[in-house]
């Protein structure tokens, strides 16, 4: 069973805090590792595909990191603003025998003014 | 179209009913994926379309659920004798490949009654 976590659940910050969440994900047959912001009645909006282990990609004051040796990506937000109080979504693709994605359940953002 | 356009954004329709899900990907997204989202929870992926074929659909929890894609473009989500426990957001995503990232729609909330 291919399994992807999220942690934490949910995070609570003051603006301008700097906050990181972590997505674990299976080690072995990965393909892609995906970032999603998902703001409540909107769709998923896509923030980083990401293939390579070492891969670090940066937009604006997201950036997000990839370990595929052990399983884990972190997404970082430096100086968070309320406007970032939204869900972040990992999805792992890969897997044996096809390309399903594999999404986490989510860290729920909330950032205070 | 500008974006993912998914119909109808709504559904109820009585426990044991047939429905269709329809998805309008971004014109020249090659791949196109179904997912169900219920309360609380990330997206579970369905299936995924790599232009007319189902690359992998073993996101499909059983034979009533069937997706087609006949032209590579538009794509159909078809539920048969549909269950009470079927009720969920489907979201539709459509990428230029498996390791571009996708854009969703907007979903179809099902109600199954």
């Keep these: 069973i291919l399994n992807v976590e999220q942690s934490p659940q949910s995070l609570h910050v003051q603006e301008g805090d700097s906050t990181n969440f972590t997505c674990s994900f299976p080690s072995s047959n990965f393909y892609a590792l995906h970032w999603y912001r998902w703001e409540t009645a909107k769709s998923p909006e896509a923030l980083f595909v990401m293939t390579l282990n070492g891969d670090e990609k940066k ?6 990191t990839l ?3 052990e399983g884990y990506s972190y997404l970082y937000i430096k100086g968070s603003q309320p406007e ?4 972040y979504l990992c999805a792992f693709m890969g897997g044996t025998g096809g390309f399903k994605t594999i999404f986490g359940a989510g860290t729920r953002l909330f950032v205070k003014a | 179209g500008a974006g ?18 329809r998805c309008d990907p971004i ?3 090659t791949a196109l ?5 219920s309360l609380g929870q990330g997206p579970e992926f369905l299936i995924y379309f790599q232009g007319t074929g189902a690359a992998d659909d073993s996101g499909l929890p059983n034979d009533r ?10 794509s159909t989500l ?4 549909t269950e009470r426990g079927d009720s969920a957001v489907y979201l539709c995503a459509s990428s230029f490949g498996k390791n571009t990232e996708a854009f969703f729609g907007q979903g179809t909330r099902l109600t199954v009654v």
């Design chain 1, 59 to 64: 937009k604006g004051r997201i950036s997000a």
């Design chain 1, 67 to 69: 370990n595929t040796k």
């Design chain 1, 84 to 87: 970032d109080s939204a869900t």
């Design chain 2, 4 to 21: 993912v356009s998914q119909t109808p954004s709504n559904k109820v329709t009585e426990k044991g009913k047939y429905v269709e899900l």
């Design chain 2, 27 to 29: 014109s020249g997204h």
């Design chain 2, 33 to 37: 994926y179904w997912y169900r989202q």
């Design chain 2, 65 to 74: 659920f069937f997706a087609v894609r006949p032209e590579g473009s538009v």
């Design chain 2, 78 to 81: 078809k539920i048969q004798r």
